[in-house]
């Protein structure tokens, strides 16, 4: 095993891999930009490097600066977390090329499943069902017509080299179809740096449920189930649980199945998830596969006991996975929210600034993973997800209602956040009853609804504190309009204290 890594990311991640090197012994180096000097990550670890400014381009994205704090502290390999440069391929081979072991599968395999086009072909191959449409590229305008209408409206260009759900186009009707495929290619060239788009039928109303798996270099390969990630917001996901309410046994056994089949036949060395929609008759159709850990990894950790980045470190580092398949043991059920400084009732409006107060859950069957501490300011330039929350329990009823002390316990003031929004998901009926699809929050215009303003009791407690607050330290950039509901800050940070179960309970 290594004795000393680094982690090529920042906040709640960052801390999450190297709280698993901690627990074998491994020595955790953080990188850091300058906005995240004071950031917790750079705190836990055993080294920290500066490696730029904020700007992502310059720092966690700039490959050189990463490589070269790798090499003066000595990491024997280096973890690239997720987002960032996790699934780039050019990094995972300089890394290799710098005689540094990349915590990840080989530059091949990623770039084999980054052309999600390749990848369909790939999957086709191995016997795993995909959605109707296109596996080869197809240049001209009316070749894609003839192609749309086989595959049968509506259908959804999506980007080659893309991934995420970022520039697809739904087309109804063949008239639409040139015009958005020539938005579809300017944006994926911007985006992506290639033109090539495909066409798949658009499935309506489906879920979103991904495999987890994992492979070593001997070629042992085992799956942990499947997460239900229905619930996301322009290809955001918010809330997931595992296992899912729509995946019977013999769902289950097809869908690991086919995803083992798809993993065996790549070759693939690493843990990693094979997204699929499934149907309301139990078909499922892949999608894509994502060659990283995932942000609701913890959830299918919370029920298998499996430490999915300890599987990471010793797959790199030439080992045997610890768990054979029949020592795999799904116990229960595991709801992860993710909590995230921006304000939902304002169009996701992201609202970095400095936390005043932070009061963080726990308690039986619950896990916070973050990234935060109080006082911190959230950056402006990384992803506005700053914690996540994971409630267990050993029915999805038990976990759901721990899920909504869990939230009303969590205190975040001095930003705009979306706890009072995951409150409203976690109690509403559609989601209680377990009915989900990729359509859930669009459709549920009620989730966007703020609740009336409680007792003045509260109101009167939440500006004390948020007072008290601003006098010990300076409140900059954050907003602080103490006049009411609407406006600032304070009246934002009062309605999610009030939404989120009261000061009183917690504090008195
Ligand atoms: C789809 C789809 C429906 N039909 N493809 C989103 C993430 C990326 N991995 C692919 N995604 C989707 N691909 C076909 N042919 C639906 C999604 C999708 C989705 C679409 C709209 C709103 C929310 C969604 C949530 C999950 C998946």
Not at 211 to 222: L, M
Request: proline share 5%; hydrophobic share 40%.
């Amino acid at each position: 095993m290594f004795k000393k890594i680094l982690i090529a990311n920042r906040g709640e991640v960052a801390l999450r891999i190297m709280r698993t090197c901690t627990d074998m012994d491994v020595l955790s180096v953080a990188v850091f930009s300058d906005a995240d000097r004071k950031s917790p990550h750079v705190t836990y670890a055993d080294e920290a490097y500066h490696i730029g400014p904020p700007p992502p381009r310059e720092s966690y994205l700039n490959i050189e600066a990463v490589l070269r704090a790798a090499k003066e502290s000595k990491a024997e390999a280096i973890h690239p977390g997720y987002g960032f440069l996790s699934e780039n391929p050019d990094f995972a081979q300089a890394v290799v090329d710098a005689g540094i072991v990349f915590i990840g599968p080989t530059a091949a395999q990623i770039r084999a499943m980054g052309n999600k086009l390749g990848a369909r072909r790939l999957m086709q191959k191995a016997g795993v069902p995909i959605v109707p449409g296109a596996t080869v590229e197809s240049a001209s305008v009316e070749a894609l017509k003839k192609l749309a209408k086989e595959i049968g409206y509506p259908v959804l260009v999506k980007p080659a080299s893309g991934g995420g759900g970022k520039g697809m186009h739904v087309v109804q009707a063949e008239e639409e179809l040139e015009g958005a495929l020539d938005i579809a290619r300017r944006e994926a060239m911007s985006a992506f740096g290639s033109s090539t788009v495909y066409l798949e039928r658009y499935l309506h109303r489906v879920r979103h449920i991904e495999i987890q798996i994992a492979r070593d270099t001997r070629g042992h390969a085992i799956h942990l189930g499947e997460r239900e990630c229905s619930v996301q917001r322009r290809h955001q996901k918010i809330v997931e649980e595992c296992p899912s309410v729509a995946v019977t046994k013999d769902l289950r056994a097809r869908m690991v199945k086919a995803a083992l089949a798809a993993v065996n036949a790549v070759g693939y060395n690493g843990v990693g998830t094979l997204e699929f929609l499934v149907d309301d008759q139990k078909n499922f159709y892949f999608l894509e596969m994502n060659t990283r850990l995932q942000v609701e990894h913890t959830v299918t950790e919370r029920v298998t006991g499996v430490d999915l980045v300890k599987q990471q470190l010793l797959i790199a580092s030439g080992e045997e996975l610890s768990w054979t398949q029949d020592q795999i043991k799904f116990n229960g059920w595991a709801v992860e929210c993710r909590v995230s400084a921006e304000d939902p009732y304002n169009n996701f409006m992201p609202s970095p600034g400095v936390i005043s107060v932070l009061y963080e859950p726990g308690g039986p069957g619950v896990r916070v993973d973050s990234g935060v501490s109080e006082g911190f300011e959230i950056p402006v330039y990384y992803d506005p997800m700053i914690a996540k929350l994971i409630a267990w329990g050993r029915n999805r009823d038990e976990a759901i209602r721990r899920m909504r002390r869990v939230l009303g316990e969590y205190k975040l003031l001095g930003i705009r956040n979306n706890i009072p929004f995951l409150l409203a998901i976690v109690r509403h009926p559609n989601f209680v009853a377990g009915d989900l699809h990729t359509g859930f929050l669009d459709e549920h215009t009620d989730l966007f609804q703020q609740e009336a303003n409680a007792s003045p009791e509260y109101a009167a407690i939440v500006a004390a504190l948020l007072e008290h607050a601003s006098k010990q330290k300076p409140r900059t950039g954050a907003p602080n309009g103490a006049n009411g509901s609407n406006g600032g800050g304070a009246g934002l940070a009062w309605r999610s204290a009030v939404q989120g179960g009261a000061w009183g309970r917690s504090w008195r």
